[in-house]
């Protein structure tokens, strides 16, 4: 493992921001939420970032997103004494990528399909089980998971848990009984539609948005009514303005982004009734401003000259009123997207010292390989800097907000494109990141990979894949394929970073003992100095890590770390399909990036809790 | 009061449900007492396990000339795109679906067993193409995925790839010998 350091790169960039950006913004106090943390640190919106009660209610912890505990008791004196204090077999082998949820002496866990629900009991030795949930999905719906038959979590609110199944069901179930309060059926297997994310309840409505971009649906983010499960208002990512949810409220920062009906006209006829646009990865609100945000996923076919134009409202990031979904602005990130670049990975709410003005923005390490500020009550681009390694576009214009896309690495019908750095997945997919106030970083999970990609004519068929596209990848600049990387969104650069043999799949966790956790593929969990990058612990889990850590105060008053391991997703179907890897092809192209994962890691599911030794 | 005119018309009228009444429970009373001939056709000709009851039945009359023919192996290839086998197989390693170039096979590796999945789909995600593919390029299709995992003679297979060459063309594919984990296998008398 190599730490490398970024001082010096910083420095190019921080000139702009030298000293304390209080002393340039009028009244500090009313700026900054935490009197303990320097107005020169970005912090997260106390409304969206409240003081952590020890609980662990939604993935990303907070509205804000920061995946950051108060928790110190575990620190860097003692994270090496960090022994297992539980764990717990889901009886499921696929991929585990959910965050498990605490709330009061009670702890959540929701599997890969077939989405079995479990309440474990942490008042007792061992935690058992409390109560468990099946809610019985159609085993048929395996067949249009693009990507592994993950599942990202569970949400709690006022004593419910909120759940997806594979088969495009929300569930809500009693948190203290299990009993079923109500189940709604959104999607259609057979068109494709699946569902994975995590739900985020917002005002008593769960936001929910489904998955099987590349099986040419129609994506779309849906809020339901918490105590009933009747649908208050669903927001399509195509088609007319009318079904997008775009009205009088609608502000867009660009002009690029305001005509009407952009979601009928930036296509082919017709293409935007299969054009993708899915919404299944991360949502923030922030209460302050009343918005919440989400991104919208790739355009389909992955096959980019089969659907001309913008291609709107895939690849984007939309601010919503979460009351009635209407659109308050919008920002294409990819426009006529070329690389299946998905924009839907976590969006941090921050407010952020920007050329001397404390800004309220939305930060986002993207797939395309760049860490976008944006401002998040108008949505303009404030800064788009690269996190990896990127040769198919050439930075984003902060005038226009437009990404220069590289010519040479464009996909071409009838012609093999090599070396397009990042691939698919992009630099980063689905897994989150985390941000600690103490040490004003971003800890981004993140790949270096790059791919040879080959464009062919999709055909739709209802219920298959509509992709259009071969693809190999291989490992980055470098040779490895993974990197955790501290991010300093002051100085716009890498603090430090650690590299990985294999990618990053795996959440991340920050705790105010000042220590960064997350896993890699071969089941390693690992805790880090979060403010320097040195490896203080690790433990061998018995499957690869894709799942999100978590750390809550238990019952007893003590610390928890948890995390689930299980291998598996995209990056992991080559363990958990038995692929063959001698096709280059297999998987969209990941078989051949971990074409040794099978030798390294085999299939699982369970969870690992890890406390320190109990002083007797 | 009714007129004679007026019941005959009812009574007329009365008759024709009651007639089909009396050809529904003809119907009723019908029966084959032979049915098809065991294990000939259809469904029950295929065996997803290799566990039988008493004495395996003998294998039914194959398709042969359908892997032993560069031309319907061609085709073969090129409906395993068109009908979008590739989107979810890949070029045989698999993806959303299994690979299908091991000598692994879920559900029996004969070419009667490929038919049989690609007609009937199968619970765990595989769809049914039931009446979307003509019966003969079902054929094609079965005949090219024996191909994929080099179960089909060298002279017949494909021996190019159009596309990235993701891997070596199916002529150029080791034969895989299936294990007996994989039910339906080619020779399950005598397999040594």
């Known amino acids: 493992m190599a730490i490398a350091r970024f001082a010096g790169a910083a420095l190019l960039l921080a000139g702009a921001m030298a000293g304390p950006a209080s002393a340039q913004t009028g009244t500090p106090s009313d700026n900054v939420p935490t009197a303990s943390v320097p107005s020169d640190k970005a912090t997260p919106p106390t409304a969206a970032a409240p003081p952590d009660d020890g609980n662990w209610v939604m993935p990303a912890k907070n509205y804000a997103s920061t995946r950051y505990s108060e928790q110190d008791q575990i620190n860097a004196t003692n994270v090496h004494d960090l022994q297992v204090a ?14 498990p949820l605490v709330v009061g002496g009670t702890m959540y866990i929701v599997t890969p399909f077939p989405n079995r629900l479990f309440a474990l009991d942490l008042t007792k030795p061992g935690a058992p089980v409390k109560w468990s949930f099946d809610p019985k999905p159609a085993a048929s719906a ?25 088969d495009s069901q929300t569930i809500a179930v009693e948190a203290e009984t299990g009993h079923e309060l109500w189940r709604t059926q959104l999607g259609d297997i057979n068109k494709g539609e699946t569902m994975t994310m995590a739900p985020l309840v917002v005002k008593g409505k769960v936001l929910v948005g489904n998955s099987g971009g590349e099986f040419g649906v129609r994506g779309w983010l849906t809020a339901l009514d918490a105590a009933t499960g009747k649908i208050a208002w669903k927001a399509y990512s195509t088609g007319p303005d009318a079904d997008v949810l775009i009205g009088p409220d609608y502000q867009p920062f660009y002009d690029k982004e305001r005509s ?43 096959n980019p000259e089969q659907r001309p134009g913008d291609n709107k409202w895939t690849g984007g990031i939309f601010a919503r009123n979460p009351d009635t979904g209407q659109a308050r602005w919008f920002y294409q990130v990819v426009p006529h997207d070329l690389y299946d670049h998905d924009a839907v990975n976590e969006l941090l709410l921050l407010d952020l010292p920007v050329n001397g003005t404390l800004r309220k923005t939305v930060v986002r390490p993207e797939r395309n390989g760049y860490v976008y500020v944006l401002d998040r009550a108008t949505g303009e681009v404030l800064s788009a800097d690269p996190y990896a390694a990127i040769n198919s576009s050439a930075g984003v214009d902060l005038k226009t907000g437009e990404l220069t896309m590289v010519e040479a690495k464009a996909p071409k019908m009838g012609k093999v494109v090599r070396d397009i750095c990042p691939t698919a997945p992009g630099s980063k997919d689905w897994n989150p990141s985390a941000f600690s106030p103490r040490t004003g970083l971003i800890y981004i999970p993140h790949m270096n990979l790059c791919m040879d990609w080959q464009s062919a004519e999709a055909n739709y ?33 890498k603090a430090w970073s650690v590299k990985e043999d294999l990618p990053l799949w795996s959440g991340a966790l920050a705790t105010a003992g000042d220590l960064l956790f997350y896993g890699t593929m071969e089941g390693w969990f690992k805790a880090l100095d979060a403010r320097t990058g040195e490896e203080l612990w690790r ?5 690869g890590i894709i799942g999100q850590p978590i750390a809550y105060r238990g019952p007893d008053g003590r610390e928890y770390i948890a995390v689930l391991s299980g291998v598996g997703g995209w ?6 399909g038995d692929l063959d890897p001698r096709d280059s092809s297999a998987a969209s192209g990941w078989a051949n990036a971990v074409a040794d994962l099978k030798q390294k890691t085999t299939k699982g599911g369970m969870l690992y809790v890890f406390a320190l030794p109990q002083r007797r | 009061m009714s007129s004679p005119f007026h019941s005959a018309v009812r009574t007329a009228l009365l008759a024709i449900p009651l007639a089909g009444l009396g050809l529904a ?28 009851a008493g004495e395996p039945s003998p294998p039914r009359p194959s398709h042969r000339e359908y892997e032993n023919n560069a031309y319907h192996l061609s085709q073969g290839k090129q409906l395993y795109t068109s009908f979008n086998c590739n989107t979810c197989h890949a070029n045989g390693g698999g993806g959303i679906g299994p690979a299908l170039m091991d000598d692994k096979w879920i559900y029996g590796g004969t070419l009667d067993n490929i038919y049989a999945t690609i007609v009937q789909g199968r619970p765990n995600g595989m769809p049914s193409f039931r009446n979307k593919i003509p019966e003969q390029q079902v054929w094609q299709l079965a005949a090219y995925v024996r191909s994929l995992s080099g179960q089909t003679p060298k002279a017949a297979s494909p021996s190019r790839n159009d596309t990235l ?22 020779n399950l008398e005598g397999r040594q």
């Open chain 1, 86 to 99: 539980f764990t717990f077999s889901t009886g499921i082998d696929r991929g585990h990528e959910a965050a």
């Open chain 1, 142 to 166: 395996q067949g249009v998971a693009c990507c592994d038959y993950v599942n990202r979590g569970a949400a709690f609110a006022d004593g419910r848990l909120f759940f997806n199944t594979l």
């Open chain 1, 260 to 302: 009407t009906n952009l979601g009928m006209s930036s296509w082919p006829p017709d293409a935007w009734t299969i054009g993708g646009g899915t919404v299944w990865g991360w949502i923030s609100y922030d209460p302050e401003l009343n918005l919440i945000y989400h991104g919208t996923a790739n355009p389909g076919p992955w």
């Open chain 1, 461 to 493: 068929i209802a219920g298959t894949p509509y992709i259009g596209a071969e693809v190999r990848m291989f490992a980055g600049p470098g040779g490895n394929r993974g990197e955790l990387s501290a991010w300093d969104p002051l100085k716009r650069a």
């Open chain 1, 539 to 543: 433990f061998k889990a018995g499957s």
């Open chain 1, 571 to 576: 990056a992991g179907a080559v363990v958990v």
């Open chain 2, 25 to 52: 429970a003809c119907d009723r009373e019908d029966r084959e007492p032979r049915g098809a001939p065991v294990g000939d056709s259809g469904p029950a000709a295929i065996t997803q396990g290799s566990l039988y």
């Open chain 2, 165 to 186: 060459n993701a891997k070596p063309a199916e002529q150029r594919m080791p034969k895989e010998e299936p294990k007996g984990s994989s039910p339906g296998g080619p």
